[in-house]
């Protein structure tokens, strides 16, 4: 093979993997990643979209506490939540309040609200 038809195949592999990495990148850009996140949306609510993209619903836990959304997958705050017959109590940042009196009303380290204070 002569020098110049190698220096012509290596041309072509550079700009071909150059428009794959162009390519990729604009993929990339173009639908940012959304899993385990926080988003607000218009009405300013905050839902959470899991790893698979979909609205997380109901209890979700994560490393720094517990959530309550509803079934739209709105962050619920300053709520109180009757869940398997206790109650549990969201405070304004939408994290599940332990070991505190709210209101008249003290919660436990799990978060339940005791009922014998």
């Not at 110049?4 to 550079?14: A, L, V, W």
């Not at 869940?83 to 940042?93: A, V």
């Given at each position: 093979?002569?020098?110049?038809?190698?220096?012509?195949?290596?041309?072509?592999?550079?700009?071909?993997l150059?428009?794959?990495?162009?390519?990729?990148?604009?993929?990339?850009?173009?639908?940012?990643?959304?899993?385990?996140?926080?988003?607000?949306?218009?009405?300013?609510?905050?839902?959470?979209?899991?790893d698979?993209?979909?609205?997380?619903?109901?209890?979700?836990?994560?490393?720094?506490?517990?959530?309550?959304?509803d079934?739209?997958?709105?962050?619920?705050?300053?709520?109180?939540?009757r869940?398997?017959?206790?109650?549990?109590?969201?405070?304004?940042?939408g994290?599940?309040?332990?070991?505190?009196w709210?209101?008249?009303?003290?919660?436990?380290?799990?978060?339940?609200?005791?009922?014998?204070?």
């Open positions: 093979m002569s020098l110049q038809r190698e220096r012509m195949i290596t041309m072509k592999k550079k700009a071909g150059t428009l794959i990495l162009t390519i990729l990148c604009f993929l990339m850009s173009a639908f940012p990643a959304m899993a385990g996140e926080w988003h607000k949306t218009a009405e300013d609510q905050y839902q959470y979209i899991k698979d993209g979909t609205k997380a619903t109901g209890l979700l836990e994560l490393k720094d506490g517990t959530y309550y959304l079934d739209k997958g709105n962050r619920k705050t300053s709520y109180w939540l869940y398997k017959g206790d109650w549990y109590f969201f405070g304004e940042d994290q599940m309040v332990t070991d505190s709210v209101d008249n009303y003290h919660v436990g380290s799990d978060g339940q609200m005791d009922k014998m204070r």
